[in-house]
């Protein structure tokens, strides 16, 4: 699975919108791109995943470039119980579901 | 929406002493489930996979006469911490997957391991 480079941490005040950058420049074809959260001393949860077009749900915006070397994970309105650490993950739906989980971006909302 | 969970929650024990975690898919059946380990500060690091009705696989640098696992039904996945040691203390999360949509991959909340 393509490796993925996300800057360590991150501030955001609350109410605000958070983006989360992800690079994924070796990124293959078949590979998604996976966004989890985990918030202290919990599970992961999953957020959204995408291949190639933007996707939205009731937690997330992910926007991924056309040459889908990076994304971008967007939290429109941030909340204090957003604060966690974001993980980007890549994977070929084919390699049996195991996440690698990397380094992810630790978030802090701000009031 | 799909629930994992984890027995116990939070256990301490004494040094060369055995473990048993508990890891359940509450309203679904997992055909494969994963077990983590993550150290204070770090991200999570993949111990094992575990397919029901068969063997493990462990990745590279897990000892598997150390940490045994079991997944005898579809519902249950058992990792036992075997002659469990100060290092083995940390945060031990399973992820149960139902083989039905890619991205279903459903975590527990962990159990944190302390061994005195």
């Known amino acids: 699975d393509a490796k993925t480079t996300q800057p360590p941490s991150m501030d955001c005040a609350e109410g605000r919108a958070a983006n989360l950058p992800c690079n994924h420049s070796t990124i293959s074809g078949n590979e998604y791109v996976y966004w989890y959260r985990q918030i202290h001393s919990q599970g992961p949860q999953y957020i959204i995943h995408g291949l190639k077009n933007n996707e939205t749900n009731e937690m997330a915006s992910l926007i991924i470039t056309e040459d889908r070397k990076s994304s971008t994970l967007i939290l429109p309105h941030a909340t204090l119980r957003d604060t966690a650490v974001y993980y980007c993950i890549v994977l070929n739906n084919n390699a049996g579901n195991m996440l690698t989980f990397g380094g992810g971006t630790r978030l802090m909302v701000k009031p | 929406g799909a629930v994992v969970s984890q027995h116990p929650s939070w256990v301490i024990c004494k040094s060369g002493t055995s473990v048993k975690i508990e890891c359940r898919s509450l309203?679904?059946?997992?055909?494969?489930m994963f077990w983590y380990r993550q150290f204070p500060k770090q991200s999570l690091m993949l111990m094992a996979t575990?397919?029901?009705?068969?063997?493990?696989?462990?990745e590279q640098g897990v000892e598997k006469d150390k940490f045994l696992i079991n997944h005898a039904s579809l519902t249950l996945s058992t990792l036992t911490v075997t002659s469990a040691h100060p290092e083995d203390s940390s945060f031990y999360i399973c992820?149960?997957?139902?083989?039905?949509?890619?991205?279903?991959?459903?975590f527990g909340p962990g159990t944190r391991l302390t061994v005195t």
């Open positions: 309203d679904f059946q997992a055909t494969t």
């Open positions: 575990s397919n029901e009705g068969s063997k493990a696989t462990y």
């Open positions: 992820s149960a997957y139902p083989g039905t949509r890619s991205y279903e991959q459903y």
